[in-house]
């Protein structure tokens, strides 16, 4: 437990020096594969499509104006995949981003399928690999994805085959770097033995901390860890509720700002359709936990 603690303060201790700044850059940096360096906040897009993650959102103008939101607080870093809506986020980003600013880094995934509302289906085969990924950059208007996220493995491909088209695509130009998305410790090394790995995908908030051995390896490897469902749940911790008074701010920035303070290697992507939670959400690099704060949190969950 000691060294979790320190690992768990050390990155708030580095967040100090920041609080002149505002906004995403207020959180610090992080590099993905070496050379792409991003504010330490970013935005999912996800919550921009219709219920349940199917279709069009229910009011077009507010989903694009959570993402100018979020570009104008700093964020550099936008989340996505092709089986949300499906197609529909990745076009709303485009509409309303592009052409894109020289440092905003998208980052997409595929290998999940959307038969229907709630169905999320695994695909990992290369021919299906090859043609989300050339979707995407259609729709994103790219020619090349920054970071392409293998979203699921499945079970009925083998990890070598859909890695190796993804590492085909990269080599095409296509792809500049390749992460992975719900993934055990297992599955990543066998992905690592075909490529280098940038990103890890996995849930991870405070009340499910089954990635927390994830965690901690992203952190040894420097490997950029995206925290997916960030913030459910936050408002049933007592450490949580008690921290949020104490700096009048909401459960949901409370649990933020200690993702950002749990690892250095963490990049929060927190995501929302109104453009006011965006902005509460951005807030939360601001927000310094004290040490006692952050390692409650820790005891009671870890």
Not at 124 to 142: F, I, V
Not at 233 to 246: F, G, I, K
């Amino acid at each position: 437990m000691p060294e979790r603690l320190l690992r768990a303060a050390r990155p708030q201790l580095e967040r100090i020096c920041m609080s002149d700044k505002q906004g995403a850059a207020a959180a610090g940096t992080i590099s993905i594969g070496g050379d792409l360096t991003v504010n330490r906040m970013g935005f999912g897009a996800m919550r921009i499509t219709g219920q349940g993650v199917w279709g069009e959102p229910s009011d077009r103008d507010l989903a694009k104006a959570a993402l100018r939101q979020a570009v104008d607080m700093g964020v550099n870093f936008i989340d996505t995949a092709d089986s949300y809506g499906p197609d529909v986020s990745e076009e709303l980003i485009a509409e309303t981003l592009h052409p894109y600013a020289d440092d905003l880094v998208i980052a997409t995934k595929g290998g999940l399928v959307r038969p229907g509302p709630g169905r999320w289906d695994a695909d990992g085969r290369p021919e299906h690999l090859r043609k989300a990924c050339e979707g995407s950059l259609r729709r994103l208007k790219l020619d090349q994805i920054p970071l392409y996220q293998f979203h699921r493995p499945d079970p009925k491909v083998p990890i070598a085959e859909s890695i190796g088209a993804l590492v085909e695509l990269r080599n095409e130009g296509k792809i500049r770097h390749i992460g992975v998305s719900n993934v055990s410790e297992q599955q990543l090394r066998e992905m690592q033995k075909l490529t280098p790995v940038v990103s890890v995908q996995n849930r991870y908030n405070l009340s499910d901390r089954s990635s927390e051995s994830m965690v901690d390896l992203c952190d040894q490897e420097d490997i950029v860890f995206l925290p997916w469902a960030p913030i459910q749940e936050a408002d049933s911790l007592p450490p949580v509720l008690n921290a949020a008074r104490q700096h009048n701010v909401s459960t949901r920035q409370v649990a933020l700002a200690w993702l950002l303070g749990r690892s250095a290697q963490i990049l929060p992507i927190p995501g929302s359709g109104s453009p006011d939670h965006v902005a509460e959400n951005i807030a939360s690099a601001s927000l310094q936990l004290s040490n006692n704060e952050a390692n409650a949190i820790l005891q009671l969950t870890g």
